[in-house]
């Protein structure tokens, strides 16, 4: 099963990078516990459910950003777990473009993910939102 949450995620990062949010979000568990890289960030802190994650999440990224991807460079398969290493790059509205590597760690229960944890350098966020005036 684990490999099968391997190609789940590789097909779900595909489907985000050409704005397929639909398929993207298709195997995320009604449930799923997603939680950003910092409150202090827009679409960071934590979200609660599939509804919740496509509604504010995706609300938060629209509002806040012009451009927003994640490039997955990497998956680590550890049972339930996945590990994923990559590079984020992203253009804040009337700010600067930010590019930093990140780790996303998805757990998966019965083929769908129960949680996702992102990882990346907030420092860096930060300091664009504060040239940007934005905090």
């Known amino acids: ?3 099968e949450n391997v190609e789940t995620l590789k097909q779900g990062y595909e489907a985000f990078s050409k704005g397929d949010i639909e398929t ?3 195997p ?5 516990e997603w939680i950003g890289v910092s409150e202090l960030l827009p ?3 934590r ?3 599939k509804k919740a994650v496509t509604e ?3 609300g938060e990224v629209a509002e806040n950003f012009e451009s927003f991807t994640a490039n997955a460079e990497e998956f680590c398969d550890s049972g339930d777990y996945v ?4 590079t984020g790059s992203s253009k804040l509205k009337g700010g600067d473009s930010i590019e930093s590597p990140f780790v996303h760690v998805w757990k998966f229960q019965d083929g769908k993910a129960i949680s996702a944890n992102f990882f990346t350098d907030s420092a860096q966020g930060l ?3 504060q040239a940007a005036g934005r905090a």
């Open 1 to 3: 099963m684990a490999q």
């Open 24 to 26: 993207a979000f298709e």
């Open 28 to 32: 995320f568990d009604d449930d799923i």
């Open 43 to 45: 679409a960071g802190g």
């Open 47 to 49: 979200f609660k459910g």
């Open 56 to 58: 504010q999440w995706l």
């Open 83 to 86: 590990f994923v290493l990559g």
């Open 127 to 129: 300091k664009a939102l």
